[in-house]
């Protein structure tokens, strides 16, 4: 599926044609014929030898059966060629991570907040980006990586280990924002129009908190009154 989605070229009935065409591989068939037109397998031709060692599946097996049910499902061909682009959320995922460190789900922030706040996730995403990121290396000039276990595959991969991110765009920001502060052509509004981002509570409750004094004489234990000595 990876190969017919990158070597398709956006074509999403070559796409289709590439992945309907496991069918003849997985049976050693390497040759066929559709619709009056000869199409071959896109690997080098194989030894008889090579031929013979593989252990292809039959075309009345059950196995093949199965794995043909899987490859010429409806839903699977009708999503697969939304894969023209041969796009993933692997970089989404990306983003979404950097944008817990300005809005972390364990906080609620009012939307004033909450889009200040993803607007500097996404400058500090777009300054830091894996693709500029150059790897990092050792002092000897080799590059570096961090293994790691991989939770799908269940086995040890190395992941490689970029530099450090940067946070020009912050600096850049407030040289822009002193800039348009000292700017005597641009009015601001009166205080009372500003939005005023609230602060944050420092728990959950939805009332004041009482003395210590009122919540002891109204303590209740399951297993004694609330005037019961200990």
Request: some cysteine; hydrophobic content about 30%; glycine content about 4%.
């Given at each position: 599926m990876w190969w017919s989605c990158c070597t398709s070229k956006g074509d999403a009935k070559e796409l289709l044609r590439r992945w309907m065409s496991l069918q003849h591989h997985i049976t050693g068939v390497h040759r066929w014929e559709?619709?009056?037109?000869e199409y071959r397998c896109f690997h080098q031709d194989l030894s008889a030898e090579e031929q013979r060692t593989k252990r292809w599946l039959k075309g009345n097996s059950p196995a093949f059966k199965a794995l043909q049910a899987?490859?010429?499902?409806?839903?699977?061909i009708k999503d697969l060629q939304q894969m023209t682009l041969f796009k993933h959320t692997g970089q989404l995922e990306v983003f979404h991570?950097?944008?817990?460190?300005?809005?972390p789900k364990r906080l609620h922030f009012q939307y004033p907040s909450m889009k200040a706040r993803t607007m500097l996730a996404i400058m500090d995403h777009n300054e830091n980006h894996s693709t500029k990121r150059e790897q990092a290396t050792t002092a000897a000039g080799l590059t570096r990586h961090n293994v790691v276990f991989e939770k799908q595959s269940k086995q040890w991969i190395a992941r490689p280990i970029y530099v450090k991110t940067t946070q020009k765009f912050r600096d850049d920001l407030m040289d822009r924002l002193i800039q348009r502060r000292l700017d005597p052509t641009i009015r601001f509004k009166d205080a009372s129009s500003r939005i005023q981002i609230p602060r944050l509570a420092a728990n959950i409750a939805l009332q004041t908190k009482p003395?210590?004094?009122?919540?002891?004489?109204?303590?209740?234990?399951?297993?004694k009154g609330p005037s019961e000595p200990l």
């Open positions: 559709e619709n009056g037109t899987m490859i010429v499902d409806t839903r699977l991570n950097a944008l817990l460190k300005y809005c003395s210590k004094e009122e919540v002891l004489q109204s303590h209740t234990s399951r297993f």
